[in-house]
Nanobody
Framework: QVQLVESGGRLVQAGGSLRLSCAAS????????VGWFRQTPGKEREFVGS????????FYADSVKGRFTISRDNFKNTAYLQMNSLKPEDTAVYYC?????????????????WGQGTQVTVSS
Protein backbone atom coordinates (compact mmCIF):
# COMPACT_ATOMS: atom_id res chain seq x y z
CA GLN A 1 0.00 0.00 0.00
CA VAL A 2 1.30 3.44 -0.94
CA GLN A 3 -0.22 6.73 0.07
CA LEU A 4 0.48 9.78 -2.08
CA VAL A 5 0.02 13.39 -1.02
CA GLU A 6 0.34 16.20 -3.52
CA SER A 7 1.10 19.76 -2.48
CA GLY A 8 2.19 23.07 -3.95
CA GLY A 9 -0.84 24.01 -5.98
CA ARG A 10 -2.04 27.61 -5.82
CA LEU A 11 -3.11 30.61 -7.86
CA VAL A 12 -0.37 31.96 -10.13
CA GLN A 13 -0.25 34.46 -12.97
CA ALA A 14 0.33 33.40 -16.55
CA GLY A 15 4.02 33.11 -17.28
CA GLY A 16 4.79 32.17 -13.71
CA SER A 17 6.17 28.99 -12.19
CA LEU A 18 5.11 26.43 -9.63
CA ARG A 19 6.61 23.29 -8.22
CA LEU A 20 4.29 20.53 -7.14
CA SER A 21 5.38 17.80 -4.80
CA CYS A 22 4.14 14.25 -4.45
CA ALA A 23 5.14 12.70 -1.14
CA ALA A 24 4.82 8.94 -0.81
CA SER A 25 4.57 6.73 2.22
CA UNK A 26 6.34 3.41 2.47
CA UNK A 27 9.81 2.16 1.72
CA UNK A 28 9.26 1.01 -1.83
CA UNK A 29 8.83 4.34 -3.59
CA UNK A 30 11.93 3.69 -5.65
CA UNK A 31 10.28 0.68 -7.26
CA UNK A 32 7.42 2.75 -8.69
CA UNK A 33 7.27 4.73 -11.89
CA VAL A 34 5.53 8.03 -11.24
CA GLY A 35 3.05 9.79 -13.44
CA TRP A 36 1.50 13.22 -13.23
CA PHE A 37 -1.99 13.81 -14.59
CA ARG A 38 -4.42 16.70 -14.57
CA GLN A 39 -8.13 17.16 -14.80
CA THR A 40 -10.52 20.02 -15.36
CA PRO A 41 -14.28 19.92 -14.70
CA GLY A 42 -16.18 18.01 -17.32
CA LYS A 43 -13.08 16.59 -18.94
CA GLU A 44 -11.23 13.33 -18.65
CA ARG A 45 -8.06 13.12 -16.62
CA GLU A 46 -5.12 13.62 -18.95
CA PHE A 47 -1.51 12.60 -18.90
CA VAL A 48 1.07 15.28 -18.15
CA GLY A 49 4.34 13.43 -17.73
CA SER A 50 6.07 10.47 -16.18
CA UNK A 51 9.41 9.53 -14.69
CA UNK A 52 11.05 6.14 -14.43
CA UNK A 53 11.88 4.43 -11.17
CA UNK A 54 15.44 5.74 -11.00
CA UNK A 55 14.63 9.12 -12.47
CA UNK A 56 16.87 8.47 -15.43
CA UNK A 57 14.12 8.83 -18.00
CA UNK A 58 11.17 11.13 -18.39
CA PHE A 59 8.30 11.37 -20.85
CA TYR A 60 5.94 14.30 -21.40
CA ALA A 61 2.73 15.20 -23.12
CA ASP A 62 3.26 17.47 -26.10
CA SER A 63 1.22 20.21 -24.41
CA VAL A 64 3.78 20.61 -21.61
CA LYS A 65 7.00 19.53 -23.26
CA GLY A 66 9.70 22.13 -22.78
CA ARG A 67 7.80 23.86 -19.98
CA PHE A 68 7.34 21.15 -17.34
CA THR A 69 10.00 19.00 -15.74
CA ILE A 70 9.51 15.94 -13.58
CA SER A 71 12.09 14.81 -11.06
CA ARG A 72 12.24 12.55 -8.05
CA ASP A 73 14.22 12.03 -4.89
CA ASN A 74 13.89 8.42 -3.83
CA PHE A 75 15.64 9.08 -0.53
CA LYS A 76 12.91 11.56 0.33
CA ASN A 77 10.15 9.43 -1.23
CA THR A 78 9.07 12.46 -3.22
CA ALA A 79 8.44 13.30 -6.84
CA TYR A 80 8.24 16.81 -8.24
CA LEU A 81 6.58 18.58 -11.13
CA GLN A 82 8.28 21.84 -11.99
CA MET A 83 5.97 23.95 -14.11
CA ASN A 84 7.32 27.00 -15.93
CA SER A 85 5.79 29.43 -18.39
CA LEU A 86 2.35 28.57 -17.10
CA LYS A 87 -0.68 29.26 -19.25
CA PRO A 88 -4.33 29.66 -18.28
CA GLU A 89 -5.03 26.35 -20.02
CA ASP A 90 -2.77 24.65 -17.47
CA THR A 91 -5.43 25.33 -14.85
CA ALA A 92 -6.52 21.99 -13.43
CA VAL A 93 -6.35 19.66 -10.48
CA TYR A 94 -3.01 17.89 -10.69
CA TYR A 95 -2.63 14.32 -9.53
CA CYS A 96 0.34 12.10 -9.05
CA UNK A 97 0.10 8.35 -9.38
CA UNK A 98 2.46 5.40 -9.24
CA UNK A 99 2.76 1.99 -10.81
CA UNK A 100 5.00 -1.07 -10.75
CA UNK A 101 3.54 -2.33 -14.02
CA UNK A 102 5.71 -0.42 -16.44
CA UNK A 103 8.76 1.75 -16.96
CA UNK A 104 6.51 4.79 -17.22
CA UNK A 105 3.01 5.64 -16.14
CA UNK A 106 1.20 7.27 -19.02
CA UNK A 107 -2.23 5.74 -18.76
CA UNK A 108 -4.87 6.27 -16.12
CA UNK A 109 -5.61 2.57 -16.19
CA UNK A 110 -1.98 1.78 -15.48
CA UNK A 111 -1.91 3.43 -12.08
CA UNK A 112 -1.79 1.41 -8.89
CA UNK A 113 -2.20 4.32 -6.49
CA TRP A 114 -3.38 7.93 -6.75
CA GLY A 115 -2.98 11.03 -4.68
CA GLN A 116 -5.87 13.29 -3.79
CA GLY A 117 -4.85 16.09 -6.14
CA THR A 118 -3.82 19.71 -5.78
CA GLN A 119 -5.45 22.67 -7.49
CA VAL A 120 -3.42 24.82 -9.86
CA THR A 121 -5.05 27.97 -11.16
CA VAL A 122 -3.34 30.16 -13.73
CA SER A 123 -4.80 33.62 -14.20
CA SER A 124 -4.46 35.54 -17.44
Amino acid sequence: QVQLVESGGRLVQAGGSLRLSCAASGRTFGSYAVGWFRQTPGKEREFVGSISTTGGSTFYADSVKGRFTISRDNFKNTAYLQMNSLKPEDTAVYYCAVTTRGAYLISINGADYWGQGTQVTVSS
